[in-house]
């Protein structure tokens, strides 16, 4: 373990200096909307963004598609339920803290660790992308390893209409070792001091609140993964231009 963290370690900050020069996320569009596979990546791999926008005057529109029911799974006897009701108050406390307003948060049902484009909740995601029209949308990379992520992205890009500009960002691909990276396309957003400590303290309302087993409701995440998604910067990748 402590080697395959060395490379990890090398690897993030691989990333950070191939970023150093990439061009600025710039937004021409007020209509932006962010899917995430469970309550919580769209902190880690987006908070500086959300925030941005929030203060911009035109906060995204956030997508939550599972509930992160399976987060203690072979760990404890909590139901299901328990574990979903306490991650969407998680979510809407770090999205409150990142001045999202409550009605551009929405939660799907899709099950947790078994995001699937053939499932029917898929139904209810694609009516609601349509209904919000986002001209923006954002999607885990297709490189994150984590299948949940993985799944998200292969069934977003194969519903959205042709004039919507979709971008990847990152959460899980640091961690996963990915080497390879078309930034050719890669765009940065470069974090305040005051953006940076406010998505800080979103990531910590997720992984501070315990659970009775003394693990965090959200799931014991890779100390890396945190360093890694704590970074002043958030990295995005296009991979559709309208």
């Known amino acids: 373990m402590k080697y395959k963290d060395y490379i990890r370690n090398i690897h993030i900050n691989w990333m950070r200096w191939h970023a150093f020069h990439l061009p600025e996320l710039k937004f021409q569009t007020s209509k932006v909307i962010i899917i995430a596979p469970h309550p919580d990546d769209e902190t880690l791999g987006l908070g500086g963004m959300i925030q941005r926008l929030s203060q911009?005057?035109?906060?995204?529109?956030?997508?939550?598609?599972?509930?992160?029911?399976?987060?203690?799974?072979?760990?404890?006897?909590?139901?299901?339920?328990?574990?979903?009701?306490?991650?969407?108050?998680?979510?809407?406390?770090?999205?409150?803290?990142?001045?999202?307003?409550?009605?551009?948060?929405?939660?799907?049902?899709?099950?947790?660790?078994?995001?699937?484009?053939?499932d029917k909740e898929m139904i209810s995601l694609q009516r609601l992308i349509n209904r919000l029209s986002p001209e923006m949308i954002f999607i885990p990379h297709r490189q994150e390893g984590w299948p949940d992520h993985v799944k998200t992205a292969e069934a977003i890009t194969k519903i959205i209409r042709d004039k919507v500009d979709i971008y990847e960002y990152i959460v899980w691909a640091r961690y996963y070792n990915v080497w390879r990276f078309n930034w050719r396309n890669a765009l940065i957003l470069r974090?305040?001091?005051?953006?940076?400590?406010?998505?800080?303290?979103a990531i910590d309302i997720y992984t501070q609140a315990l659970a009775p087993c003394g693990k965090p409701w959200s799931g014991v995440l890779p100390k890396l993964l945190i360093k890694a998604c704590t970074w002043n910067c958030e990295l995005f990748f296009r991979i559709q231009k309208h």
């Open 56 to 118: 911009l005057g035109f906060p995204p529109y956030v997508i939550i598609l599972s509930k992160g029911e399976r987060s203690h799974q072979d760990c404890c006897n909590l139901s299901l339920e328990n574990i979903k009701n306490k991650r969407i108050a998680l979510a809407t406390t770090a999205l409150e803290h990142l001045s999202l307003p409550e009605d551009h948060l929405f939660f799907l049902d899709f099950p947790d660790s078994a995001i699937d484009a053939t």
């Open 191 to 201: 974090m305040s001091p005051e953006e940076h400590k406010t998505k800080s303290e």
